[in-house]
């Protein structure tokens, strides 16, 4: 069980290692150009909507549930409860006993877990094919039969606060991240951690969970998404023999949430921390994530996390680590899986304990020569290539497959959304790139944040 959270995290350590992160957007998927069965999408009789995406290369299934349910749904004062309802999700159920779940995935071999995020609660199985139905028929009954009783939340709930203990409070780059997104968010829920302020989680309990249970966990809220050597006609009889069956729930409101204010300030965070031997950087703007973008905008904003520093052949990591030395790392990442507005993100750590500030500028500059200048036309390509074909690689991995599907249509995709991304990302001009750089990069309306050592071990 673990946290979803695109955060300041991965920037820092992707520039101690200086590795490059790849964007992979939320509607990211590949034509197979005929080479696979088409992928299948339905709605069961409950509501539950199904994809299954045949792949028969190897004899292994991906079965997803994905709730539309994540820390941002959560009720004021209540934050932690999604992360925390997770891991209720692994104990007993009315039909079968704490631990028997996951002796049942054990013992076909198989591989189980589950992640939340800001905008859904997702749980997973890698299996052999003939293992579906049962694990079909598991997560059934733990859709609507959990025994939820104050034996079995004050246990979990102290697992939980350590989980914060070790993660996050024992973790430099964990507590400048929360600070970054409570700075970068004025008002929505996205600034507030998925996995929950210690003070609000302390106080978590059964009333809580049940209420959260009975709300979220309904047949109608949720995607199941099947991956790998399947076909279609099995896994909707099998979908219908077990999710079916579970009564469909009220219908909820829309997912409309605070929206955020005119951001008018550059802002800065620091932390100053023993434990940190290498300074970094990283450089934040709110954007349009694929749901809220007007049409063209986020595969722009894709394309120009590409060119400015999505791999080795971006410019950053040319011109800063290549040709100039002065950055170990140096990239750019575009978060656009998101219900709501997201960010743009650039970062950066210098090569050796000095020139942070060097590195910074560089990179603003880089950005400043992208909303004056644009881009050339075989640098435009080149990145469309990259990007499209990195998705293409994604198609070897059942998992991966699932895991476009599912985060697409719980944040506001459809499957004809993401199977249209390569045509889109094609479409997209030079001018359309250089337009969202002057459009959302604007200096005075970002939020820097410094990962530093301190005096002490710098010396």
Do not use: C
Not at 250 to 270: H, K, S, W
Request: proline fraction near 6%; hydrophobic fraction near 40%.
């Amino acid at each position: 069980m673990n946290l979803e959270a695109k955060t300041v995290r991965q920037f820092f350590r992707a520039a101690f290692l200086g590795l490059m992160i790849v964007s992979v957007p939320a509607a990211a998927f590949a034509d197979a150009k005929g080479k696979r069965e088409p992928v299948e999408n339905f709605l069961l009789d409950n509501g539950m909507e199904v994809v299954v995406i045949p792949d028969h290369r190897a004899p292994i299934v991906t079965h997803m549930v994905w709730y539309k349910v994540g820390s941002a749904d959560e009720p004021p004062g209540k934050s932690g409860i999604a992360h925390f309802f997770e891991h209720l999700m692994f104990k007993g159920t009315t039909n079968h006993k704490p631990g028997e779940f996951d002796a049942a995935v054990a013992a076909i071999g198989g591989s189980e877990n589950a992640f939340t995020s800001y905008d859904y609660t997702t749980y997973h199985e890698t299996i052999p094919p003939d293992a579906l139905g049962t694990m079909m028929a598991l997560e059934a009954d733990r859709m609507r039969n959990l025994i939820l009783t104050d034996a079995v939340i004050g246990p979990e709930r102290d697992v939980v606060l350590e989980e914060r203990r070790s993660r996050i409070e024992g973790d430099p780059e964990s507590l400048l991240s929360e600070e970054v997104q409570a700075t970068l968010y004025q008002n929505h829920p996205y600034r507030v951690p998925v996995i929950g302020w210690m003070h609000e989680m302390e106080k978590l309990n059964r009333d809580d969970a049940v209420a959260f249970y009975n709300q979220y966990y309904r047949p109608n809220n949720a995607v199941l998404v099947v991956a790998g050597d399947v076909e279609a006609d099995q896994v909707r009889k099998l979908a219908e023999e077990t999710y079916g069956k579970v009564a469909r729930g009220p219908d909820l409101p829309p997912r409309i949430r605070p929206t955020e204010p005119e951001q008018n300030t550059g802002r800065t965070v620091t932390m100053v921390d023993a434990r940190v031997t290498i300074p970094s950087f990283a450089k934040y703007w709110l954007a349009p994530s694929y749901r809220t973008a007007e049409p063209g905008e986020a595969e722009a904003l894709d394309l120009l996390s590409e060119i400015l520093g999505g791999g080795t052949r971006s410019r950053l990591y040319q011109q800063l680590v290549v040709k100039d030395g002065i950055a170990a790392g140096s990239g750019a990442y575009y978060d656009g899986t998101a219900l709501d507005e997201t960010s743009f993100t650039v970062y950066g750590s210098p090569r050796g304990s000095d020139g942070l500030q060097k590195l910074e500028n560089e990179v603003d500059a880089e950005i400043a020569r992208v909303q004056r200048d644009g881009i050339g036309a075989d640098e435009l390509e080149k990145a469309k290539n990259r990007l499209v074909r990195s998705m293409v690689f994604a198609q070897d991995s059942p998992s991966s497959l699932a895991n476009m599907y599912g985060s697409a249509l719980t944040t506001g995709s459809t499957v004809k959304d993401v199977q249209a991304w390569p045509d889109r990302i094609k479409s997209v001009t030079a001018d359309q790139v250089k337009a969202v750089a002057v459009k959302y990069l604007k200096p005075h309306q970002s939020v820097t944040a410094y990962l530093l050592p301190s005096q002490e071990t710098s010396n």
